[in-house]
C-alpha cells in the first residue's frame, strides 16, 4: 500500500524483554516522527527525523529508548529491559518534506503490551 | 507541552454543523495550525491546516483569526461517522499533540 506501515501491529513482551517496532514511511517522504500513546491519552511526541538525520529526541522518556533510521526511509524504535510503563501504541509518521508547511500522514500504530 | 487549549468535549447533532473552537494565543508568526482527528483504534488522520488565511478542502474548513490567537474547525454536515478525538496542533518541526475535543455526532 501507499501509507505508512508500520510492523508487528501487537507485540506482547514480558518485562526485561527488548523490543524494536518498524515503521516504513511512505516512500521519498523526508520527515518521519514516532509517539507513544497510552490509553485515554493523546499522542505524545518522542523523536523526530529528517531523512537520517535525528533533529529532536526530546521526546524520549528515558535512555532504554533508542531510534534509528540509518539509510533515511525505515525507521526502528527500541525499548531495552521494557517495564510495564512502556505499555502504550506506538505510532509513527512521516511526511514529504522538512519543515513545518506539510501534512503527516500516519500508520496504524503498534500495540505494545509489557507483562 | 502543547501551545493549544480544546474543550474536552463536545456534541453535534447529525447533519448538523460541528464548529471545534481551538485557542493558540502564543502561536509564532511561521507557525501552522494543524488540525487531526482519531477514531477509535486508528492512526490520527490529517484533516487540514493553514497558516493565516482560511482554509477548506473535501472534509472540513479552517477559520483563523486575524490576530492567529486562535481557530475553528468547521465540519459542514456531521454524519456518524465523524464521531472522533479532534487535536488541533500548532506545528513546529515536533508536531506535538494536546488532550484533544471528544467529538460525539448523535443520530
Redesign the interface.
Known amino acids: 500500500g501507499a501509507g505508512v506501515s508500520q510492523s508487528p501491529r501487537y507485540k506482547v513482551a514480558k518485562r526485561g524483554q527488548d523490543v524494536a517496532l518498524r515503521c516504513d514511511p511512505i516512500s521519498g517522504h523526508v520527515s518521519l516522527f514516532w509517539y507513544q500513546q497510552a490509553l485515554g491519552q493523546g499522542p505524545e511526541f518522542l523523536t523526530y527525523f529528517q531523512n537520517e538525520a535525528q533533529l529532536d529526541k526530546s521526546g524520549l522518556p528515558s535512555d532504554r529508548f533508542f531510534a534509528e533510521r540509518p539509510e533515511g526511509s525505515v525507521s526502528t524504535l527500541k525499548i531495552q529491559r521494557t517495564q510495564q510503563e512502556d505499555s502504550a501504541v506506538y505510532l509513527c509518521a512521516s511526511s514529504r518534506r522538512g519543515g513545518v508547511s506539510t501534512e503527516a500522514f500516519f500508520g496504524q500504530g503498534t500495540r505494545l503490551t509489557v507483562v | 507541552d502543547?501551545k493549544t487549549t480544546q474543550p474536552p468535549s463536545m456534541d453535534c447533532a447529525e447533519g448538523r454543523a460541528a464548529n471545534l473552537p481551538c485557542n493558540h494565543s502564543t502561536i509564532s508568526g511561521?507557525?501552522?495550525v494543524?488540525w487531526?482527528r482519531q477514531i477509535h483504534s486508528?492512526?490520527?488522520?490529517?484533516i487540514i491546516?493553514g497558516?493565516k488565511n482560511n482554509e477548506t478542502n473535501e472534509m472540513a474548513s479552517l477559520i483563523i483569526t486575524e490576530d492567529r490567537k486562535s481557530s475553528t474547525l468547521i465540519l459542514p454536515h456531521a454524519t456518524l461517522r465523524d464521531t472522533a478525538?479532534y487535536?488541533c496542533i500548532v506545528?513546529?518541526?515536533?508536531?506535538?499533540?494536546?488532550?484533544?475535543t471528544r467529538l460525539t455526532v448523535k443520530p
Open positions: 502543547a511561521n507557525e501552522y494543524y487531526y486508528q492512526g490520527p488522520q490529517y491546516h497558516l478525538v487535536y506545528r513546529a518541526f515536533d508536531m506535538r499533540f494536546g488532550a484533544g
